[in-house]
């Protein structure tokens, strides 16, 4: 509760306030993170494998499948307590930027106003070719295609249709990760949560933070186990996020009386 009590009193006295989220933080709306995504159906296929400009091209409708399933998964999740929780922290201090690698609307959906999807957004489609422009998103209920055959056809086109997501090997969104540094550099105390940091460039945001001279952030940190982020992180706070995050909102508002 020491530790709960610091996060808070970090959170108080920060002038801006940036926060990375990765897969952990939708754990407990029971979308699995990437790693442990790969049950029964999908247990032989690695992400690093499936998640792959190579793996579209070789197979289109596995990959196409794969990402399906996880859509699935993602449209019936609810935002959980420690998406709330974040989004209380942004109520209670407007200068707050949710960085988020999720492919989830979760944030929003628990009210979270000012955030940069690095990512790209998983319930989304766009024309591999990106012919119209970057990114060309196609609605894919909007025309009749066979969902038996994989990818629909761009009706733009004609190239495949993909997922609305980064894949390894491919690059950010040039503006959403130029945003994300800013914040980071700008930012005095970020609060990481639910990330393993082992994905770059995400995972170099706490360090770009921590280490701007001009103006070194504070980093807590919310995960229940170590990750690359740990040995950085000044205040670490070992438990899901679900359940430790509206303590330290608790702890805020019995601060801010
Ligand atoms: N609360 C907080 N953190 C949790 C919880 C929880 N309830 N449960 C698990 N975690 C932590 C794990 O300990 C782990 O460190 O969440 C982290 C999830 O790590 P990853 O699965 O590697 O997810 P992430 O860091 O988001 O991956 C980054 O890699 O696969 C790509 O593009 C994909 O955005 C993803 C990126």
Known sequence: ???IHQAAQAIRSANKIAI???????????VPTFRDALDGLWAKYNPEELATPMAFHKNPKLVWDWYQFRRELVSQAKPNPGHVALAEI???????VVITQNV???H??????????????????KCLANCKGTPTIIDIEAFEWDREQGPPACPHCG???RPNVVWFHEMLPEADLERAYAVSLACDLMIVVGTSGLVNPAGTLPKIAREYPDLPAKIVEV???YSMVTPIADIKLEAPSGE???EVIEVLDTLDK
């Open 90 to 96: 942004e109520k209670r201090y407007p200068r707050t």
């Open 104 to 106: 989830d609307d979760l």
């Open 244 to 246: 430790i995050l509206p």
């Open 223 to 225: 995960n229940p186990d």
């Open 108 to 125: 929003e959906q628990a009210g979270s106003k000012n955030i940069i999807h690095l990512h790209g957004n998983i319930a989304e489609s």
């Open 1 to 3: 509760s020491d530790l």
């Open 159 to 161: 190239e495949a249709v």
């Open 20 to 30: 990375l989220t990765g897969a952990g933080v939708s754990k407990e709306s029971g």
